[in-house]
């Protein structure tokens, strides 16, 4: 018995001109493209449904932290409690992702100026309280953390408005999220005193906080959110590029380039429509460390030292308000992206404000209204603590993150108007008892104003009223 197979009918397709065969394709299969669209998209709009529901059970606090006078720890400190609270992180199941609609809870990591007064505040989810207080007081044992409101209430959230105006942006990666940029270590140098070997980034903001007047307010935001290490491997294919590797195809294109190939074998045994095409396949030549250019080498040591420390999702926010006749954009947002830009290697990756879709910037049609909008939109996001919203959120060290907000080495930082703790508090005995109710661990500790009266807490009087921080500032 021969068998037979008719494959004419197979011819004929591939004889189709392009345009005719596509028609055939979408009118037979196009069905299942577009049930596939629509299941994708009813996956992404139940998932959002159950993440909001889930969020609206998640209650989040504010904690203002003010360190020592004569703070003398580096940014090391402050990666190592990024470090801690990497503990943060939860694998989720199937059915924690998209029935009890669960996510990755993040942090923010803020720094405020009201009046020219200046706080440090982190924002966390109540359950974690505990973990963060652990982190800082691992490293600033001293350290004074009182829970505040938000500092952002009161303030109006839609633009444009009678009495403020505002500037804001989000800050980006000029380059591919896995080149670093330049960290804290760099900044440091053997000339001079002691006190002059460390040049803190952070003093050139710590003055523009400083200088700003009554009715002036600029906030600063990082928000933090824990991930596993499957970033790492995205390091290493941009390691393969510049060694002229091949690069390693995931399970996905994989897949694709198979069917591709599939569909290209059998339309060239059925009918060359194709004619005598010479196939060029890539030569890829892997090249040597010592054969690389000098900024490819720095380029590979950087990824790797990246790769060797904790990493976290994480955007940045700055925004600038303040009432209209104080107004001054100009001094605030430049100095912010003066400050930002230290962070520069041009070799390997820097900042610079989101003028295309997030900062309060627009050209060309409809401009007042765009911008307006835009500073409605990152207000509210700000206020928020929205990490979903704007961009993409990208892969940060703990190291880098530390680089662009630690606190300020009074040493090498004037700043003033920085809130601190009043003094060193000083350890007493071992064999000393303590009475639980003066303990300035953790659920005891108290501001040292009051936000309501500014009556005198812990027995530190409250300045005269030249000198009294502004109402709404969050002081620890």
């Known amino acids: 018995m ?8 197979i011819s004929e397709f591939f004889n189709l001109p392009p345009e005719t065969m596509l028609w055939r394709f979408m009118a037979y299969y196009g069905w299942i493209i577009i049930a596939l669209m629509y299941l994708y998209f009813a996956k992404e709009m139940w998932l959002i449904k159950v993440q909001m529901g889930f969020l609206k059970k998640v209650k989040f606090m504010f904690l203002a932290i003010d360190i020592p006078r004569g703070n003398e720890q580096s940014p090391r400190a402050v990666e190592n409690m990024l470090a801690y609270l990497a503990g943060a992180h939860s694998t989720l199941n199937w059915f ?3 029935w009890e609609g669960k996510f990755q809870l993040s942090f923010s990591f803020e720094i405020v100026s009201i009046d020219g007064y200046t706080q440090f505040i982190i924002r966390t989810p109540v359950e974690f309280r505990y973990l963060v207080e652990s982190a800082v007081y691992s490293q600033y044992p001293d350290t004074e953390i009182s829970e505040i409101d938000d500092y952002t209430e009161g303030l109006p959230r839609k633009f444009p408005h009678e009495e403020y105006d505002v500037w804001g942006a989000e800050f980006i990666q000029v380059s591919n999220q896995m080149f670093p940029i330049k960290l804290y270590e760099e900044f440091e140098h053997k000339l001079g005193p002691d006190e002059t070997y460390y040049k803190d980034p952070m003093a050139s903001l710590m003055d523009l906080c400083s200088s700003l007047q009554k009715g002036e307010q600029l906030w600063y935001q990082i928000l933090v959110i824990p991930t596993d290490f499957d970033w790492v491997k995205e390091a290493d294919v941009e390691v393969e590029k510049i060694m002229g590797k091949k690069p390693t195809v995931s399970f996905f294109n994989g897949i694709i380039d198979f069917v591709v190939d599939v569909i290209g074998a ?10 005598d095409v010479e196939v060029k396949e890539k030569e890829f030549t892997p090249l040597k460390m010592l054969e690389l250019k000098p900024k490819q080498k720095k380029q590979v040591e950087a990824l790797h030292e990246k790769t060797a420390k ?3 999702l994480a955007k940045l926010r700055m925004v600038y308000i303040a009432k209209k006749e104080v107004f001054t954009p100009k001094k605030v947002a430049n100095g912010f992206v003066g400050y930002i830009k230290q962070f520069a290697a041009l070799d390997l990756n820097s900042f610079k404000p989101d003028m295309k879709y997030t900062a309060t910037s627009t050209t060309y049609f409809n401009k007042i209204s765009r911008l307006n909008q835009r500073k409605t939109n990152i207000v509210n996001n700000y206020i928020n603590r929205d990490a979903g919203s704007g961009r993409i959120p990208g892969i940060y060290t703990i190291a880098e993150l530390a680089s662009i907000w630690h606190f300020p080495l009074e040493a090498s ?4 108007l920085v809130q601190k703790a009043p003094m060193k508090k000083a350890k007493p005995p071992l064999s000393l008892p303590t009475e639980e109710d003066i303990s300035v661990w953790r659920d005891t ?5 009051s936000l309501d009266d500014k009556k005198p807490v812990n027995n530190i009087p409250v300045e005269d009223e030249a000198n009294t921080p502004p109402s709404n500032l969050p002081l620890g």
């Not at 500790?445 to 104003?449: A, M, N």
Request: hydrophobic share 40%.
């Open 413 to 416: 930082t004037n700043a003033p």
């Open 2 to 9: 021969n068998i037979v197979v008719d494959l004419s009918s």
């Open 96 to 98: 924690e992702k998209y």
């Open 266 to 275: 059998i339309s060239e045994a059925i009918y060359s429509i194709w004619g």
């Open 310 to 312: 904790l990493g976290f």
């Open 445 to 449: 500790l108290e501001p040292i104003y």
